[in-house]
């Protein structure tokens, strides 16, 4: 059934100019009229107040069908039935990719594909109907959904997949940083806004950020080097805790970047070149040293043969050079005030 105005548009095949038409073609009150988008003569049709077509009915041309309101009885085109469909075609598809179908059935409407015999493939889209007007769930299936603009969700957000390495329940995909925020709004000025983010550069973060999301402190910091990670930094106020590693071959050095002042736990492979020392920019003072260790104790390279070289290579870079005779894995754990 439509309300309202309906025009349909019958084709001559007859372009401009033509001798005439077929005078058995029109119906009474037909207008001939050109149409410009056809490029032909058509006839014109319009019929007032509600009509109901049953069966198949054809219609050629364009149909036109205008809508006076959404109260009752005053739809621009109305369907009634206990199952009510409407089937588009897409002429110019491969096998089974031309169908389509959406309509109501069961409290559920729902937009589907079929194949060229009509067996249903997915419900793209489901829209399930609760109590009175209420909508009690709407479901999206596709290989992938896109949201091109903000997103919000005043729900709960429910993720029911088992997330394993490389296929995350959620997956954030930026060239240079991704992030998450999150916002405790009851809390007071410039306490509300955390960051967890990943950068293009290696590294992972996690920190407050002000109201503005602006700058803030870096709780937890983590730095990788291809899959491994090679430093840890945990900061409280101006204090960090620092936890870095590196595998040197013979002969090689590594450089750590820590803090100007702190303590310094070095653990190696070879337990005989651990050591624990203090400094102050490059002086550093030994508290313990392994007998496979060598300090220097004023910013030099102490180059000691068969053992693990220590020093002070910059006022806040410790430098480790390994000549204990093959590769070795040293950590660093450094407490500084930053």
Not at 12 to 25: C, D, E, K, V
Request: with cysteine.
């Amino acid at each position: 059934m439509f309300q309202g105005s309906h025009r349909r548009h019958k084709l001559l095949n007859q372009a401009p100019g033509g001798a005439g038409y077929n005078a058995s073609s029109p119906s009474d009150g037909d207008l001939l009229v050109y149409d410009t988008p056809t490029d032909k003569w058509v006839f014109t049709q319009t019929l007032d107040g509600a009509y109901t077509f049953s069966g198949v009915n054809t219609f050629d041309g364009t149909t036109i069908f205008t809508t006076v309101g959404k109260a009752a009885q005053a739809a621009g085109l109305e369907m009634r039935s206990a199952s009510t469909w409407q089937r588009f075609t897409e002429t110019d598809q491969s096998a089974d990719e031309s169908e389509w179908v959406w309509g109501v059935s069961s409290k559920i409407f729902r937009l589907i594909t079929q194949t060229d015999l009509f067996a249903d493939g997915v419900s793209a889209i489901r829209v399930i109907r609760g109590t009175g007007t209420a909508v009690a769930e709407i479901e999206l299936n596709a290989t992938t959904i896109d949201v091109n603009a903000t997103a919000n969700i005043s729900g709960q957000l429910v993720l029911q997949r088992n997330s394993v390495r490389g296929s995350a329940a959620i997956n954030i995909s930026t060239d240079t940083h991704a992030a998450i925020y999150f916002q405790a709004g009851g809390a007071t000025t410039d306490e509300k806004n955390w960051a967890m983010d990943a950068l293009s550069t290696g590294q992972w973060r996690l920190g407050t950020s002000t109201d503005a999301d602006g700058t803030g402190n870096y709780a937890i910091t983590i730095d990788r080097a291809a899959a491994v990670v090679t430093n840890l930094t945990l900061a409280v106020g101006s204090g960090k805790w620092r936890l870095q590693h590196e595998s040197l071959a013979d002969g090689a050095t590594g450089t750590f970047t820590l803090a100007a002042d702190g303590t310094i736990h070095i653990s190696c492979a070879s337990g005989s070149a651990n050591a624990i020392f203090t400094n102050d920019g490059q002086t550093a003072v030994s508290v313990f040293a392994g007998s496979n260790s060598a300090l220097g104790t004023s910013g030099t390279n102490p180059d000691t043969d068969g053992k693990a070289n220590y020093w002070m290579s910059a006022a806040s870079v410790l430098s480790i050079k390994n000549r204990l005779g093959s590769t070795r894995d040293f950590s660093v754990m450094a407490l500084n005030i930053n």
